[in-house]
């Protein structure tokens, strides 16, 4: 959707259209990577952290 888009704006061919798409999913893939590695690193901070905010909401809720 984002190739197609950039592609009406500027007239890009479809050659370059797929590569733009190529680039797109690369990047997408490549930051879930990077997220789930620092998921994986920092799981414990995450879910305690997760879990006051949590905390602070049902507290100001009774």
């Known amino acids: 959707m984002i190739s197609a ?3 009406e704006k500027f007239g890009i061919t ?3 259209q797929f590569i733009i ?3 797109v999913a690369a990047l997408t893939v490549g930051g ?3 997220g789930k ?3 994986a ?3 414990t901070a995450i879910v305690y952290g997760f879990g006051k905010v949590i905390s602070s909401i049902k507290g100001e809720s009774k």
């Open 32 to 34: 879930k990577a990077i």
């Open 14 to 16: 479809n050659n370059l």
């Open 21 to 23: 798409s190529a680039i």
């Open 37 to 39: 590695e620092i998921a």
């Open 5 to 7: 888009k950039l592609a």
């Open 41 to 43: 690193r920092n799981s």
